[in-house]
């Protein structure tokens, strides 16, 4: 497209399912005047928050079933940061709800990492990204997430330097939480001296 040109224009808009997420057909006017329908995932924004403990040098993750990559290849969980959708008007206030939820932690100080689009090919998912330090003495719940939204999440702790070496093996499989992993890394690159045992697992981890 030409600078002079008119950018494309969404022209009208049908809703076509609704439950927890709406999916609409958007009708996009092109600059040349043509017309052609996009679709769109609309379930709001949300946020993403990554714990880590400097003192110890580990992070708080979740494990969690997710029903796209198991429809795709069959993966029975993905290994996240704690997220979830804005309720709040707050982004931190969000963040520190879903950190207690999900992994028990009272936060305090938030860390500001990016407001990006998750998918914008598809969805109108906005998510606010947070760093977090906290103390062993913060986590004061089991979390697990919420019963009443079958949320079936463990807990899970990991060395800095054992989630930098997963995301330099291709194996953080999560987008939000690759972004944050690195974005710590740039930040705070001290936080991660250190490494992993033989078979190449992560030197601490434990379950709720």
């Given amino acids: 497209m030409n600078r002079d040109e008119t950018p494309p224009r969404i022209v009208g808009a049908r809703t076509v399912y609704e439950g927890w997420a709406r999916y609409l057909v958007a009708e996009v006017r092109m600059p040349d005047g043509s017309r052609i329908g996009r679709e769109v995932e609309d379930h709001g924004p949300a946020v993403a928050v990554l714990p880590y403990d400097p003192e110890r040098r580990v992070a708080l993750l979740v ?6 990559p198991c429809f795709v290849d069959g993966t029975a969980s993905v290994l996240e940061a704690p997220a979830g959708l804005r309720e709040e008007d707050d982004p931190e206030a969000c963040a520190r709800r879903e950190a207690f939820e999900e992994v028990g932690l009272r936060l305090s100080v938030l860390e500001p990492a990016g407001r990006v689009w998750s998918l914008p090919g598809l969805s109108t998912e906005r998510m606010d990204l947070f760093l977090a330090p906290y103390r062993a003495t913060d986590r004061e719940g089991t979390g697990g997430g919420l019963p009443e939204e079958h949320e ?11 989630l930098a070496a997963m995301a330099d093996r291709g194996e953080v499989a999560d987008m939000k939480t690759l972004c944050l992993t690195q974005t710590l890394r740039l930040r705070h690159p001290a936080l991660f001296a250190g490494g992993s045992d033989e078979q190449g697992a992560p030197l601490v981890e434990g379950r709720r």
């Fill in 63 to 68: 494990r969690q079933f997710r029903t796209p």
């Fill in 152 to 162: 079936t999440i463990e807990v899970v702790e990991v060395a800095l330097s054992d």
